[in-house]
């Protein structure tokens, strides 16, 4: 049976005293949500995450690590996949980092890794109308990549619908922005580029009386963190991953 260390992968960490602009460009051009960070005995200090470090100005470049630095639990190698996913949803993170017998880091596991064998290995209670978020974030078609952006950084969401005329016609996820490579311009010059040029079309909904394994399955799929929920032609809420976990049964 597979255990975290199956998963472990290279991660970007900073130390605890370099500046967080040494983060945010790790952060800014990665699909990383999250840096993890170490103290001067190369022991695990806690972490950082994108909402926090993509505020940063270059009039605060001076700001060290420290300052943005949050606790997290880490997971040991020989934990289950299981227990690590549980340690996941605990931090509220997408990845958390893996720690030796003297607490150093020697990588991270990320929740779209293990994704796939929680779903085949538990049964996932309830359906989606349970677990499903019903405040849903959305942008227009003409909104610009930089509202995306800002959406980014004030909810902590990476991918939200498109509604054009009360009907949803897109979605636009932070890989998109990273994918077509103009947001950096955006931001930099003013210039406005709308999502509509940018969003994918073709979106893959679920119903919320849809099985919650059925969402997963989904998601795994066709390799998506966040689906939107149909009822009918009406948007009523959206799911993701973290929200699929709330249907397994952690100690």
């Known amino acids: 049976m597979k255990v975290a260390a199956d998963f472990v992968i290279d991660i970007p960490t900073v130390k605890i005293d370099d500046l967080v602009t040494k983060a945010r460009q790790k952060l800014r051009d990665d699909i990383f949500r999250e840096v ?43 934990v289950s996949v299981e227990e690590a996913a549980c340690i996941i949803r605990k931090n509220r993170t997408n990845s958390a980092p893996v720690i030796d017998e003297n607490k150093q880091i020697v990588g991270g596991i990320l929740l779209s890794d293990i994704f796939p064998i929680i779903i085949t290995r538990n049964e996932l209670h309830g359906l989606v109308r349970d677990w499903m978020n019903k405040k849903v974030i959305t942008c227009s078609p003409a909104d610009s990549v930089q509202k995306v952006h ?55 909904s679920v119903s919320p009386g849809e099985k919650t394994g059925v969402a997963a399955e989904i998601m795994v799929r066709l390799d998506i963190s966040r689906l939107p929920v149909m009822d009918d032609e009406r948007l009523v809420g959206i799911i993701d991953r973290h929200d699929i976990l709330k249907g397994l049964t952690c100690p």
């Not at 170490?38 to 060290?64: E, F, H, M, P, Q």
């Not at 922005?177 to 210039?191: F, H, I, V, Y």
């Open 36 to 78: 993890f960070v170490y103290d001067a005995k190369k022991v695990l200090a806690g972490y950082i995450d994108i909402t926090d470090v993509l505020r940063v100005t270059a009039t605060k470049s001076n700001i060290t690590v420290e300052g943005f630095l949050k606790e997290i639990t880490p997971v040991l190698p020989g």
């Open 150 to 204: 800002n959406l980014i950084l004030e909810s902590g969401f990476t991918a939200f619908p498109v509604i054009k005329k009360n009907k949803l016609a897109g979605i636009i996820s932070r890989r998109d922005l990273l994918k077509d490579g103009r947001l950096r311009t955006a931001l930099e010059s003013g210039n406005s580029v709308p999502v509509g040029e940018i969003m994918q079309k073709t979106v893959i």
